[in-house]
Every structure is written in structure tokens, then in C-alpha cells.
């Protein structure tokens, strides 16, 4: 309901970022003490892979816990016994406007998003659409992170993780 609502204010443009500086590393490290149990109840293996030195950027930390949580969950949800999600930061490659930048990567094992998919799953309405194609039903998690990720100037998308699986991309 909290992701609904949050939503809206966002089509409606009404969505004032609460921006702070913070340690995207110590976001991650929250988000893997919650989603550890889940994993180990499910035999999936749950990483991280983090600078060493912590990422401090200007977001608004409760929308990008939310965004880590449902990508996170998604990667869970889909991802089969004995593999691994990893959930990796690192420094964006090229640094504008002298600000930190961040590349956050949540990748899986699971049965991967055909190519034709990989937007339309960001696409509140394509949801439905998508189920009754026989995708497995997504939720509006991703449209939240897209509408997230966008109000922070940032992109989301999705690449294939070889052998098997999905790999998605936060820049912001």
C-alpha cells in the first residue's frame, strides 16, 4: 500500500525527496542482515560485494532502502535453490559534476527476463499484461524502483547474467 501511494505522488509530481548524505554501503549491509534469513531459508547463497572505501551520496535514504529491499526480494522470489544473489556498489566509472555516482547491481540465478520483457516489466500496466503471457506476475516493485530511481536523476535496467539469470542495474 506504502509503494502505492508512494507512487501516485510520484505520476503526480508531488514527491519531495528527503535528500541526506548517505552511506549507500551501510544501506546495503541493512538490507543484507534483513534478507540473509530469507535466503537461508530458501538455500540461496546472499552476497554483497562493496567498496572498501563506504559510498556517501545525497538521496533520500528511505526510498533507496526500499529500492535495494525490492530488488532484493524480487532476486529471492525468482532465484532457484543452491545458486547465489550478489549485490554489488562501486563507484560510477565517470564522475559528473565532481558528485559521487553509484553503480548498484543485483544479480541472480534465476530463469532470467527475455530481452523483450527487460522494459516492460518497469511498466505499471505491462504487469497484467505480461502474466497473462505467462511471465510470472511481478508486482509494481519494479515500477516503484524505475519511478525511485528516476526521481533521483538515475537509471534502472536490466542485463542477462551468464550462464543463467538477471542482472539489475541502478546508476544514479
Known sequence: VNDMLMMA???QSKLLLSLSLVDVNQLALDAEQHFSIIAHSKGIK???KLPDKPIEMSLDSNLFRRVI???????LQYSPTETTVTLTLAP???IIDDKPHLVMEVIDEGP????EYRNRVFEKFEVVDLK???VPQIGLGLTFCKMAIDAHGGRIFIKTNQPRGSIFVVEV
Not at 529491499?69 to 524480487?74: F, R, V
Open 9 to 11: 505522488k510520484m505520476e
Open 69 to 75: 529491499a525490492n530488488l532484493l526480494a524480487n532476486a
Open 112 to 115: 532470467g527476463i527475455p530481452e
Open 132 to 134: 497473462r503471457k505467462g
Open 46 to 48: 546472499l552476497r554483497l
Open 92 to 94: 560510477a566509472k565517470h
